[in-house]
């Protein structure tokens, strides 16, 4: 059973909830921004946590006393349970159970603490289970879509009950130490990624498997097994066919970075996996799925970071250059891309159109902790919070033209906590078409200007020489060209891949058809004699480089002899004997002094 109030009611606009040191309250969305009469104010310090449900229309809130339960269609209170110190609220998929934590504590004569995690049942209000969950990491219990699983990590293995019987452990999934799982959104049949940190010199690993075939040798869907590894993040698409691990240790031993090192890893339910190759060294900021399922955006590398959309094939499809950013934020519908930078970078984002790959707006955020996609897919909420911030607390709603439709700052001796967007399930709102043209807006963006960087007095009247720390790299497809300095096409674009992806094919046919005759030619040998053999420039450096050549040269006829009496080389030496032609090349211009 599940309460769903909007199934035959036009898209009304997304509200928003803001909870702060003045009070608990909605505002309703695009385009008044005015005091939503759904849910009166919450005055006071007191509400540490809310929630909505996955379609929005049920609304959860603590005001440090009680738990209230309150349908935001028909503004009716459903329940009030008695929980003072509750922290953590979650609805199940289909409205069906309303999940409390509260922090465990054990009394002091050493017994065992209560249950503190508590599972209600919405349509009666009573509590259908409790259990005792000591971390508040990983919580809440994992429903399927339908409700028909739900999955809970208990002493390193994971029990599963079926259609809310939570009294009864249907199935479990034993492995020698699961730290973590994740269940497959979307309908059945649910699949289960779980991660297995590796000890004693064995890999961590990370397996797939079908619900409820968790038995046998060859029960697994797929299996990835990595050796840098101290925690994972595991993210499923959407239809549910692939998992991208991102795997990373606490400390870099190279001294590269102090984030550690992570690696980018691909596997999919048909047993296929893969390394992700990132062309940039350094840390993976952010990895993102788009909601088709079939490509993903990453963020990565020392700064100025790189950001690429790849396909399924683990191959690069686009490549936005280098930027200050480190995160990536699909749209709901997944035609739009917001690269961004927070936290420590001055929060410039780029608004891409990915089915054009290109760049709507490049709209400043600054000192944002928070950033959200409307579920209509045209509004983004940018919010500055505490306590990552106690300052400039407020929140922005931007149309993603960039342009500023509502600016909220809360007053100086007040903070602002938390502010969302409330859920709609998917499909409720259509795509529209994209448009470039900034949207008209009333609201002054007053985004600071950006501050010049400081020139000692004796340079102060100079002209600027720009010298950059970085340089930073363009977009592919608005790299000049040679001898055209206009940025390629969509289709321009896909023929020059098309093109390099053949040039690459025929030399890759041409070295499969060279290794196997590794004897020189009569002309090759008798040509390197003669130039062996030849006398010197007059020039000290020219025979510096010829005397340095002969020698390159002698080493691959070594090399070349050794081939024939059937010794069998390293890929170094081949490589070596691939260059002989360039080296005799650049010994004859050196001897006519070309």
Known sequence: MGFSFRDNMAPSTPLLTVRGSEGLYM??????????????????????????????????????????????????LLHSFDLPKVVCLEFSPKNTVLATWQPYTTSKDGTAGIPNLQLYDIKTGTCLKSFIQKKMQNWCPSWSEDETVCARNVN????????????????????????????????????????????????????????????????????????????????????????LVIASTDVDKTGASYYGEQTLHYIATNGESAVVQLPKNGPIYDVVWNSSSTEFCAVYGFMPAKATIFNLKCD?????????????????????????????????????????????????????????????????????????????NGFKIWHYTGSVLHKYDVPSNAELWQVSWQPFLDGIFPTKTISYQAVPSDVPNEEPKAATAYRPPALRNKPNTNSKLHEEEPPQNMKPQPGNDKP?????????????????????????????DLAPTPAAQSSAQNTISQSTSGNPEVDKKIKNLKKKLKAIEQLKEQATAGKQLEKNQLEKIQKEKALLQELEDLELGI
């Not at 505002?27 to 909505?52: A, D, I, L």
């Not at 929005?56 to 028909?74: D, R």
């Open 27 to 76: 505002v309703n969305g695009p385009p008044h921004f005015t005091e939503s009469t759904v849910f009166p104010r919450e005055s006071g310090k007191n509400c540490k946590v809310y929630t909505f449900s996955k379609d929005g229309t049920l609304f959860a809130w603590g005001n440090g006393e009680k738990i209230n339960v309150t349908n935001v269609t028909n503004k009716g």
């Open 156 to 243: 390193n293995e994971v029990h599963f009950f079926e259609n809310n019987n939570l009294n009864t452990i249907a199935n479990k999934l034993h492995l020698q130490k699961i730290n973590d799982f994740v269940l497959s959104p979307g309908p059945q049949p649910y699949k289960v990624a779980v991660y297995v940190p590796g000890s004693k010199g064995a890999p961590s690993f990370v397996r797939l498997y079908q619900y409820p075939n968790f038995d046998g040798p060859h029960a697994a869907l797929a299996n990835k097994s990595f050796f840098k590894a101290d925690k994972v993040t595991m993210l499923w698409n959407k239809k549910a066919t692939a998992v």
């Open 316 to 392: 690069p499809v686009f490549d936005f250059g280098t930027g200050p950013r480190n995160a990536a934020y699909y749209s709901p519908h997944g035609h739009i891309l917001v690269l961004a930078g927070f936290g420590n970078l001055r929060g410039q984002m780029e608004v891409w159109d990915v089915k054009n790959y290109k760049l709507i707006s490049k709209p400043v955020a600054s000192d944002s902790t928070y950033f959200a996609w409307c579920p209509d897919g045209e509004h983004i909420l940018t919010a500055t919070c505490a306590p990552r911030l106690r300052v400039n």
């Open 488 to 516: 390629l096409s969509k289709t321009a674009l896909k023929n020059q891949r098309k093109h390099e992806a053949k040039k690459a094919a025929k030399q890759e046919a041409r070295s499969d058809k060279s290794p196997p």
